[in-house]
Each structure stands twice: as C-alpha cells, then as structure tokens.
C-alpha cells in the first residue's frame, strides 16, 4: 500500500497536470479480494410459489466486453451482434428446484453461457431464458418436469424493444423476430452527403437534454434496420406463427382472451432531440391474423409537452386485467399542462372488443392519473392519482357497480412520507397470465418497506375492501431485514404462508418458508458470506439534526479494528432529496440490518483503509415546489455541518479530516459544498453535471427553466464558482455517459475551469463506461484512485494554517 501511495505521489508531482498514469490501477489487494468476490446466486420464485430458480452470476464484466460494437441511436443502445438493446450484465447458470426439495437441477447451458432473462410462465409449468452468442439472440423453454431438457424455440430473436411474453394459454410465447430477408446492415456512407440540419420556427417544444439520439440520416437508417422485426407467436411445441408483415414494433400486447394484439408501431419522421419513445407512433389493434381492427391513436412527436406535462388524447393504453378484450386509457383534460387551473386534470376511458361502438369514459380525475389496478372482481378498479403542487399520491378505490357510491380512499399521503406508506398490492398473475390483487374473499394483502425510526421493518398486512379494516399479519423483527418475495398460499380464513429474503449486517440474504398460521420457519436457502473478511466492521444508524431542527440520519461504518476514543478521517457519502415539509424529510429511509455487501465502486472500502464514513447521510432540500431550490445550497450547506458535528461529537471523527463525495446529483452537492463553504479537506464527485445552463428545462425536481430562474440556475451551478473551489477534487466520469443532463462534458469543462483558476483537480475519464462503472478494470481504477486521493489530501494532510 505505501508502495502504490508513493509511486502515485511521485507520478502526480513530475506531471502535475499533464495526462499521467497510463494504463489502469489497482486499489490496496484487500480492496481487490472484497470487489472481486462472486455475488451470492439471485432467485426467481415461480408464481405458484412451489418453484425456485437459483441464478448463478459474475462479480463484474471486463473492459473487453464493454468495448464491443454498440450502437448509440435513438436514446438506446443497441448490440448489433445480439439483436437486442447492449448489456454486460448476464448471468452464467441456471438450477431449479422444487422449493420443498434439496437437490437442485442444473440446466445445461454450455460453457461460457451469457444469459439475459428468464420468464414464468403464469402456469408455473415452464419458464423461458435468452442466451446471448455471437450468432444472435436465443430463446429457450424449459418444461418445469424436464429442467435437464432444455428447447431452443428460435435463434432469431430481437429484443431491441422489448423481450419474449407468454400468451395467455401459457403455452405459447408472442416475440419479435429478425426478418428472415432483411438483409446486410446499411453501410455507413464512405464520405458525407450533406450537412446534418434542424429546424424550428414557433415551435414551443420544452426537453430535457436527453443522450445517444439519432444525428444523421445513416443513423436513422441504422434504427429503422435494428427495429424492424417480425412478429410471432412461437408454441413450447415447436410451431411458428408469423404475424403481419415485418414493422417498426415498439410493443405488441395480447388481450386476456389470447384474441386481440394491442400494436405499438412507431413512425416516421423520426426526431434528433427525443428518444425513441418519444416518437411519432401508431397505435392499433390486431387480430392474431396482423389484421387491424380498430386504430386508437396516431401519436404525433411528443415535442410540445409542457415541463412535467403529458400528451393529449390517449395515452397509458393498456389491456384491463379482469375483462376478456377491454382497453383503458388517460386523457388529459387540462390540455397535459400541470400549470392548467381546472377541476379535472384527466379522465379515463374504457373500450371493449369488437370495437365497434364508443369509448366511454369510466371516470374523471382530479390529478394527473399515474397508475391502475386491477382485481379478481372486474367491477372493482383502483385509480392512483398524483397532485403535482403539493406532491401528493391518492389512490381510489372504485366499485363499477355500484356507480353512485363515492370510490374509497386507499391511499392519501405525500409521496415523501415513508413511515405513511400503507405498502403496495401484492399481485397475482390470473388464469390469463395478467396481473390483479390478490384477493380472499373481501381481503387483499398489502406489502410494504415499513420506514420507521429504527430503519425498515417490513411488513405484511391485508386489508378488507368492505370496511377499510387492515390487519397486521407480519412485521420484521427489530435487529434483522427481512420482507416478503411471495404467498405460497393463502385463504380468506387464516393467516398465509409466505417466502422472505432475511439478512442482517453480517448474515447475507437468504430465503425462507413462513406459515404464519403455525408460526413455523423453514430455510429454503443457505448462502454463505462472499466477504467474511468484512465483517468485523462495526455499523450504526446515527440521528441528528440540521440547525433550523430538521432530523438529519446516516449509516455510520469504522474499521474493525476501531478503538473507541480514536479520531478517523471521515468521508461522508450522500445525493440531495427534495421535500415538501421538514416532518417527511427527517424520516428513516435506510435499514442498518442490511448485510454489509461492499461491491463495484462502492466507496465503503475506505472503511478497510482506515476511514470512518457516514453513508447515505440525508442531505434534504425543503421548500415549496416551485421554489425549493432557491435555498438549495443553503440547506446542503447546513446538513454537511450537523454530519460533521454528530461524527465528532461522537468521538469518532477528526473535524480537520473530512472528505465528502457522492455520484450524480451527489456529485453536483460535492462540487457545491466545495465552492461554498470550508468544512472539507477534500472531495470525490462521480458523473455529476455541474453547469446548469447546459440543463435548460429543468432538473431533478427543478420545474423552472432557465429563462425564468436565470439567477437559481448560475448560483447553483459550481462551474460558475470555480474559482472558489480551493479544496482538491477528484471528478471522475464515464466517456460514454447515457444519462440525462451528465454529459461527460460536464466533467470535461469544469475540470477546465478549476484548474484555469488555479484550483487542485484530477479529471480520470472511464473509457466505454456510462452513468454508473460496471467493467472489472474501471470499477478497480476508481477504487485505486478514491484511495489515493483521499490517503494524499485527508488521511496524510499536513494540518491547514491555523490547525493545531
């Protein structure tokens, strides 16, 4: 370690601000050993509930990997070799096993397998996987009797837009195929036809700045190439049905009845400032023949849709779970504009096969409608709706057939407040394979993360829709996380039996078999801890408060080796969150009961070098919606000093050795904290955006755009208070961030302006790595380079003038 730290040290002087330290870097070999471990398998439970299957998975993908050929077109990227949307996250192997059994059944994959998905069936008698090879993109079934009899159904599969669903006979599957004569991809022209141009006269068109969108008509071509697929419906028997002829399909979804497709096509003209699904779109309905039956919409560019507005006409059209062929859809009734005074921003509209008569509106909506659910009962409905001005969430319960009775009201909270969370529905997929509730007689089960002053405590709860009533069937243990994966079985009179994952901070997450009528447990896995090496770490839920009096909390973490009274450099870790009123900002959203899993570039392992950080401290923005952010630094500001103080008042950090990093928006806050105030020797932002004039129409939960908050904008912005940033700052960040806003040009630019201002600054860019760092070699590199950093200008810090 001295010797990495020496050599870095050297390096850094003789080049000062030239490109230096060629070639990636390794972190402390302890660091290595704890990143490199392989994760514990991930579980699938079949819907019945009397299946598991075990999915094996790698550590992280190498650098290899990710600079394969992709292509950056319509806010999508896409793996050309695959036929599908870019990934490297695949799993390696599959077991199933009978959740009663012991001995699980591997399914035989081949060596080197890249796995992509995995499906059930709603049946729960079969299940699907994609295997990714440099043929294309496969898909297999896998009879839950036969698991070592693997059928591969096509080797043509396109998951571009979207995968493999099962058709509601549970028996066959509707996929999107590469047509058979599409032929060579479109070569890129050998020199330029022309200029790329846009145009726009009076077109009021507000977006946010998206990435990888389409620049030029080869790209255009290259997307139309990529989408254009076949539609099919394949049999586990080894049949093949085409559809239509080969379309740009965005989505095709099949009708309860297993009659009716609901068509998504997307059109030309193609837009260069929106994504894909922002796009001009048809939207239909099919016969099994590729025979349209009724045109719902043609959807025109979403261009001109106000900031946090929608669409006019139609949208959110979806198949209703409890109908054979019903749709439902929204439409907006304040011309999509949240702005809008009116007594009902939406309303929803049903409409049933054959399609001959018309939409009726079922309801109108107060707010802006942002979800439904469906029951066993198809009288019954529930709508949630969202009030942008005070954001909040309600949810109606409405009862079709009784018209005139008022809907119940399920839920009614702000969206912030956590310990008022009632939990969600728990679903069911029906005989048709759609979701609904599940439901025993009057009682649905809801489930939820259960927030409260000691972190989550999950719980299980029913609800009667009759009275309202609610019935605490199971909560977490205080000392242990544990939540619910599925019911294996329940009824209206006695309590269910139900599959958790439980963990604690040193035992990792494993599942078990709760007969909560019986009161009896039973381990349905037994996982071992990947990092037993870690787990002498000592970890605390901390509480304090903000000077003004909001609750402040953070997951405090010192070295195993801590002796009580030793004052530790402190890294602090944290993202902003807005809210609405100081009661919900202070609430606990984090558990210290989850098993301490150190992975990728986490920035934990200071812990083993050393460190104590406070992870996931609430850094919360309070205001009014409209206005929240006028404080914003403020308030950042405020929070950073009450961590600081809780760890030193704690006896645990030194105040002259505090670090404070985050990613993202918490990158942002880094640079923030930096140029505005001196409580930090140091910092370590990740992929932020630090220039907000580059983000125009908003961000985060800004609503404003920059012409009417032209001063909010620039004071937020550190790159226009570079100058003022006198600690040293490490800015790391993907070449090929995807995300919207975090431009690597971000990055770029303000490591420009610090250092033209004289300022101490490292720029490191990741190639091929976008928003968050995935391939082994870069994941490393940011932990050498977090470390080494930190070690140089917190740990080993000379004391500042005036220190003692």
């Given at each position: 370690?001295?010797?990495?730290?020496?050599?870095?040290?050297?390096?850094?002087?003789?080049?000062?601000?030239?490109?230096?330290?060629?070639?990636?870097?390794?972190?402390?070999?302890?660091?290595?050993?704890?990143?490199?471990?392989?994760?514990?398998?991930?579980?699938?439970?079949?819907?019945?509930?009397?299946?598991?299957?075990?999915?094996?998975?790698?550590?992280?993908?190498?650098?290899?990997?990710?600079?394969?050929?992709?292509?950056?077109?319509?806010?999508?990227?896409?793996?050309?070799?695959?036929?599908?949307?870019?990934?490297?996250?695949?799993?390696?192997?599959?077991?199933?096993?009978?959740?009663?059994?012991?001995?699980?059944?591997?399914?035989?994959?081949?060596?080197?397998?890249?796995?992509?998905?995995?499906?059930?069936?709603?049946?729960?008698?079969?299940?699907?996987?994609?295997?990714?090879?440099?043929?294309?993109?496969?898909?297999?079934?896998?009879?839950?009797?036969?698991?070592?009899?693997?059928?591969?159904?096509?080797?043509?599969?396109?998951?571009?837009?979207?995968?493999?669903?099962?058709?509601?006979?549970?028996?066959?599957?509707?996929?999107?195929?590469?047509?058979?004569?599409?032929?060579?991809e479109p070569p890129a022209p050998p020199k330029p036809l022309g200029p790329n141009i846009q145009e726009s006269s009076g077109n009021v068109s507000p977006t946010r700045t998206f990435q990888d969108l389409l620049t030029s008509p080869h790209d255009e071509a290259l997307f139309a190439y990529h989408i254009t697929t076949q539609l099919a419906i394949l049999g586990l028997d080894g049949s093949t049905r085409l559809i239509g002829a080969p379309a740009m399909i965005d989505s095709a979804e099949p009708s309860p009845d297993g009659l009716h497709l609901l068509m998504t096509i997307i059109k030309r003209p193609f837009s260069y400032t929106l994504p894909y699904h922002s796009f001009a779109k048809e939207i239909v309905v099919w016969d099994l023949?590729?025979?349209?039956?009724?045109?719902?919409?043609?959807?025109?560019?979403?261009?001109?849709?106000?900031?946090?507005?929608?669409?006019?006409?139609?949208?959110?059209?979806?198949?209703?779970?409890?109908?054979?062929?019903?749709?439902?859809?929204?439409?907006?009734?304040?011309?999509?504009?949240?702005?809008?005074?009116?007594?009902?921003?939406?309303?929803?509209?049903?409409?049933?096969?054959?399609?001959?008569?018309?939409?009726?509106?079922?309801?109108?909506?107060?707010?802006?409608?942002?979800?439904?659910?469906?029951?066993?009962?198809?009288?019954?409905?529930?709508?949630?709706?969202?009030?942008?001005?005070?954001?909040?969430?309600?949810?109606?319960?409405?009862?079709?057939?009784?018209?005139?009775?008022?809907?119940?009201?399920?839920?009614?909270?702000?969206?912030?407040?956590?310990?008022?969370?009632?939990?969600?529905?728990?679903?069911?997929?029906?005989?048709?394979?759609?979701?609904?509730?599940?439901?025993?007689?009057?009682?649905?089960?809801?489930?939820?993360?259960?927030?409260?002053?000691?972190?989550?405590?999950?719980?299980?709860?029913?609800?009667?829709?009759?009275?309202?009533?609610?019935?605490?069937?199971?909560?977490?243990?205080?000392?242990?996380?544990?939540?619910?994966?599925?019911?294996?079985?329940?009824?209206?009179?006695?309590?269910?039996?139900?599959?958790?994952?439980?963990?604690?901070?040193?035992?990792?997450?494993?599942?078990?078999?709760?007969?909560?009528?019986?009161?009896?447990?039973?381990?349905?896995?037994?996982?071992?801890?990947?990092?037993?090496?870690?787990?002498?770490?000592?970890?605390?839920?901390?509480?304090?408060?903000?000077?003004?009096?909001?609750?402040?909390?953070?997951?405090?973490?010192?070295?195993?080796?801590?002796?009580?009274?030793?004052?530790?450099?402190?890294?602090?870790?944290?993202?902003?969150?807005?809210?609405?009123?100081?009661?919900?900002?202070?609430?606990?959203?984090?558990?210290?009961?989850?098993?301490?899993?150190?992975?990728?570039?986490?920035?934990?392992?200071?812990?083993?070098?050393?460190?104590?950080?406070?992870?996931?401290?609430?850094?919360?923005?309070?205001?009014?919606?409209?206005?929240?952010?006028?404080?914003?630094?403020?308030?950042?500001?405020?929070?950073?000093?009450?961590?600081?103080?809780?760890?030193?008042?704690?006896?645990?950090?030194?105040?002259?050795?505090?670090?404070?990093?985050?990613?993202?928006?918490?990158?942002?806050?880094?640079?923030?904290?930096?140029?505005?105030?001196?409580?930090?020797?140091?910092?370590?932002?990740?992929?932020?955006?630090?220039?907000?004039?580059?983000?125009?129409?908003?961000?985060?939960?800004?609503?404003?755009?920059?012409?009417?908050?032209?001063?909010?904008?620039?004071?937020?912005?550190?790159?226009?208070?570079?100058?003022?940033?006198?600690?040293?700052?490490?800015?790391?960040?993907?070449?090929?961030?995807?995300?919207?806003?975090?431009?690597?040009?971000?990055?770029?630019?303000?490591?420009?302006?610090?250092?033209?201002?004289?300022?101490?600054?490292?720029?490191?860019?990741?190639?091929?790595?976008?928003?968050?760092?995935?391939?082994?070699?870069?994941?490393?590199?940011?932990?050498?380079?977090?470390?080494?950093?930190?070690?140089?200008?917190?740990?080993?810090?000379?004391?500042?003038?005036?220190?003692?």
């Amino acid at each position: 370690m001295q010797r990495f730290i020496l050599a870095f040290l050297a390096c850094s002087m003789v080049h000062n601000c030239m490109a230096d330290d060629s070639g990636y870097q390794l972190p402390p070999q302890e660091v290595v050993d704890i990143i490199d471990a392989p994760p514990e398998p991930a579980v699938s439970i079949s819907p019945d509930g009397e299946w598991l299957l075990l999915v094996e998975r790698d550590a992280m993908p190498s650098i290899e990997d990710l600079a394969r050929r992709k292509l950056q077109i319509g806010g999508i990227r896409i793996d050309p070799a695959a036929n599908g949307q870019f990934r490297v996250d695949y799993a390696r192997g599959i077991s199933v096993r009978r959740r009663d059994g012991d001995q699980p059944v591997r399914v035989p994959l081949g060596e080197g397998a890249k796995l992509a998905s995995i499906s059930w069936a709603h049946t729960s008698r079969a299940f699907l996987y994609t295997l990714v090879t440099p043929r294309g993109t496969e898909l297999w079934s896998v009879d839950i009797d036969r698991p070592g009899e693997p059928r591969r159904l096509t080797e043509r599969l396109s998951t571009v837009l979207g995968g493999a669903d099962w058709m509601p006979d549970g028996k066959h599957v509707i996929c999107r195929l590469t047509p058979e004569s599409r032929g060579a991809e479109p070569p890129a022209p050998p020199k330029p036809l022309g200029p790329n141009i846009q145009e726009s006269s009076g077109n009021v068109s507000p977006t946010r700045t998206f990435q990888d969108l389409l620049t030029s008509p080869h790209d255009e071509a290259l997307f139309a190439y990529h989408i254009t697929t076949q539609l099919a419906i394949l049999g586990l028997d080894g049949s093949t049905r085409l559809i239509g002829a080969p379309a740009m399909i965005d989505s095709a979804e099949p009708s309860p009845d297993g009659l009716h497709l609901l068509m998504t096509i997307i059109k030309r003209p193609f837009s260069y400032t929106l994504p894909y699904h922002s796009f001009a779109k048809e939207i239909v309905v099919w016969d099994l023949n590729g025979k349209p039956e009724y045109k719902i919409v043609d959807l025109p560019v979403e261009e001109n849709i106000p900031i946090e507005g929608v669409r006019t006409g139609p949208r959110s059209i979806q198949w209703t779970s409890s109908d054979p062929a019903t749709l439902v859809w929204y439409e907006a009734l304040d011309g999509g504009d949240p702005r809008q005074k009116v007594p009902h921003r939406d309303r929803l509209m049903a409409f049933a096969a054959p399609f001959s008569a018309e939409p009726r509106e079922l309801h109108k909506i107060e707010h802006r409608a942002v979800g439904v659910s469906y029951f066993h009962d198809r009288a019954l409905l529930a709508v949630t709706e969202y009030d942008r001005d005070r954001r909040w969430i309600r949810t109606l319960l409405h009862n079709h057939a009784q018209p005139q009775a008022a809907p119940k009201v399920l839920t009614d909270r702000s969206i912030r407040d956590a310990y008022g969370d009632p939990g969600d529905l728990v679903p069911q997929r029906n005989a048709h394979g759609h979701s609904v509730a599940r439901q025993d007689g009057p009682w649905v089960y809801l489930s939820g993360a259960g927030a409260s002053p000691q972190g989550y405590l999950p719980f299980l709860d029913r609800q009667n829709l009759d009275t309202l009533a609610t019935e605490r069937l199971w909560r977490c243990e205080v000392g242990q996380l544990e939540s619910v994966a599925a019911l294996a079985k329940s009824s209206a009179d006695a309590k269910p039996t139900i599959i958790t994952r439980r963990e604690s901070s040193t035992t990792p997450q494993n599942y078990l078999l709760r007969d909560l009528q019986q009161a009896t447990i039973k381990p349905l896995t037994d996982f071992r801890d990947p990092v037993p090496q870690i787990r002498g770490i000592r970890k605390e839920l901390i509480t304090y408060k903000r000077a003004d009096g909001v609750p402040l909390s953070a997951t405090l973490y010192l070295p195993a080796d801590y002796k009580p009274g030793t004052r530790l450099p402190l890294f602090i870790w944290a993202y902003p969150v807005e809210f609405s009123d100081a009661s919900t900002a202070g609430q606990v959203t984090t558990s210290p009961n989850q098993f301490t899993r150190i992975r990728g570039a986490s920035h934990l392992t200071l812990v083993t070098q050393g460190y104590a950080v406070m992870d996931n401290a609430t850094m919360p923005v309070v205001g009014e919606p409209e206005t929240m952010n006028d404080t914003f630094v403020e308030q950042i500001v405020s929070a950073a000093q009450a961590a600081i103080d809780k760890a030193v008042e704690m006896g645990v950090a030194d105040r002259n050795r505090v670090a404070i990093g985050g990613h993202s928006y918490g990158g942002f806050m880094t640079a923030n904290l930096l140029a505005h105030c001196d409580l930090f020797r140091a910092g370590v932002a990740r992929s932020g955006a630090y220039n907000r004039t580059l983000t125009p129409f908003g961000f985060q939960a800004e609503r404003r755009p920059f012409w009417q908050a032209q001063s909010i904008y620039m004071n937020l912005s550190p790159f226009t208070h570079a100058d003022k940033i006198k600690e040293p700052i490490l800015l790391i960040h993907g070449e090929n961030d995807n995300n919207a806003g975090t431009f690597p040009l971000q990055s770029q630019r303000m490591f420009q302006a610090i250092k033209g201002n004289g300022g101490t600054v490292r720029l490191v860019m990741l190639p091929h790595e976008s928003h968050g760092y995935s391939a082994r070699e870069s994941v490393l590199h940011v932990q050498a380079e977090t470390i080494a950093w930190l070690n140089r200008y917190v740990r080993d810090a000379k004391p500042a003038s005036g220190e003692k």
